[in-house]
């Protein structure tokens, strides 16, 4: 997999040629996070991809039958993201309206560690 690199502010890098596209499981890992930060109706091309963040997962308490809703919308983008094998593990918190997770995702190229809040 090929993917151009984003910078600290998560647009992507232009201007230096190859050195802004990276390869393999870093590819990978940042191919899913821009996945699961993409929100649903966010993308003009196809207003149905992305991930339902404000109509299925926040705004919602936190209980256990809404965690298990926003685990499996937040497994879907990972495994639907190309060159990923699977998830080996993966934990989640929902806390004061944040929710978390972190997870192990093995692909084509290796196992990965993924983190993020939203």
């Known amino acids: 997999m090929r993917y151009r ?3 600290s502010n998560d647009d992507y890098q232009f201007g230096k040629g190859q050195q802004n596209i990276t390869y ?3 590819a990978v890992a940042q191919a899913i996070k821009t996945r699961i930060k993409l929100l649903k109706g966010e993308w003009w091309e196809n207003t149905e991809e992305g991930l ?3 109509q299925k997962i926040l705004g ?8 298990a809703i926003a685990d499996s919308l937040i497994k879907e983008r ?3 993201t190309p060159d990923v094998l699977s998830i080996t593990r993966f934990n989640s918190n929902y806390e004061n309206r944040n929710y978390s997770f972190n ?3 093995s692909t084509k190229y290796g196992e990965i560690e993924i983190s993020l809040t939203l």
């Open 103 to 105: 997870c192990s995702v």
């Open 60 to 67: 919602q308490s936190g209980n256990n039958e809404n965690l």
């Open 52 to 54: 339902p963040l404000f």
């Open 24 to 26: 393999g499981t870093y």
């Open 5 to 7: 690199i984003l910078d």
């Open 78 to 80: 990972i495994v639907d």
